[in-house]
């Protein structure tokens, strides 16, 4: 395993993905304060993946309804507006794949990580707030549209 | 002209993308054929001529190193290229689909400056 802190590793592994291929490019948050819409994620999207083997683990993710379309929109090539739910929660799950994917190979890059299914579902009043209180745990980016925030569990090999 | 490529993924979204990079890069593609899984692959393979494969790894009911197995060990299509698409990124990782026979590897995040030299000199090898 890789020296340094899995959260960095995250942070780093979620500006590739987003920076290639969904063509943002993030800034980590460290205070509510500079969040755009504020603390509170009224209606969002929220993905999960699991993965075991030499580190083992849980990520989520959330990111509001609306700069999480617009950031499918981008991957998809598409205006935001023709983006329905369920293309969204395909293309953030692919997203989430992605970025956790990035951040096992950076985390262990010699040796093999099972990446479970992620699984998406649409969820509110999240509330962010507490995330920032926990840095090695919780990770806020702006992706210039919004927030996207994650949280890494990481478990026993 | 251009090639025929099976892209294997199990998330449509994510099959729409490759193709767009895939264009993108310059590679020369006549039709694109999709199948959501190995199992899907392996149907699309028994009906259609194809110069290429993509394949992502993780996916349900067959996966892409099963569906690698299966093309590498079938008389009729085992020199078919197969190229897996993959976040799974670990040095063991690549080194298991090249010792499977795997053509080459791709490791998503993926921009189309990564794609067409790999594509070309691959499809190059096979002819």
């Known amino acids: ?3 340094g802190s899995p959260v960095q590793f995250l942070a780093q592994a979620a500006d590739e993905v987003l920076g290639t291929m969904f063509f943002a490019f993030v800034d980590v948050l460290s205070s509510p304060d500079e969040l755009m819409d504020g603390p509170l994620m009224e209606v969002a999207f929220h993905g999960q993946i699991t993965f075991s083997g030499p580190v083992t683990g849980t990520v989520d993710a959330w990111c509001p309804n609306d700069p ?4 499918c929109a981008n991957f998809l090539g598409q205006e935001e507006e023709e983006v329905p739910d369920e293309v969204t929660i395909d293309a953030f799950k692919e997203m989430t794949n992605m970025i956790v994917g990035r951040f096992l190979a950076l985390v262990e890059p010699e040796k093999v990580c099972e990446l479970g299914l ?3 579902d649409k969820t509110t009043n999240i509330d962010i707030t507490p995330f920032f209180d926990d840095p090695e745990r919780y990770l806020v980016l702006d992706t210039g549209d919004g927030t996207i925030a994650f949280e890494l569990t990481m478990g026993e090999a | 002209m251009g090639y025929t490529v099976l892209v294997v993924d199990d998330s449509a979204a994510m099959r729409a993308v490759i193709q ?3 264009k993108m890069s310059g590679f020369e593609v006549e039709t694109f054929l999709q199948a959501g899984n190995g199992i899907e692959a392996l149907d ?3 009906e259609q001529k194809v110069d290429l494969v993509l ?9 892409g190193m099963q569906l690698l197995k299966k093309i590498k060990v079938d008389e009729v299509i085992e020199a078919l290229p197969v190229v897996m698409v993959s976040t799974e990124g670990s040095l063991e990782r690549q080194e298991e689909a090249k010792n499977m026979g795997a053509d080459g590897y791709l490791k998503k995040p993926f921009a189309p400056e990564d794609v067409r030299e790999l594509l070309e000199g691959i499809m190059e090898d096979a002819s």
Do not use: Q
């Not at chain 2, 394949?55 to 996966?63: A, G, K, L, Q, R």
């Open chain 1, 1 to 3: 395993m890789t020296d």
């Open chain 1, 68 to 71: 999480c379309k617009v950031l």
């Open chain 1, 118 to 120: 992620p699984a998406v």
């Open chain 2, 20 to 22: 767009k990079i895939v």
């Open chain 2, 44 to 46: 699309v393979l028994a």
């Open chain 2, 55 to 63: 394949s992502d790894i993780n996916m349900p009911t067959m996966d």
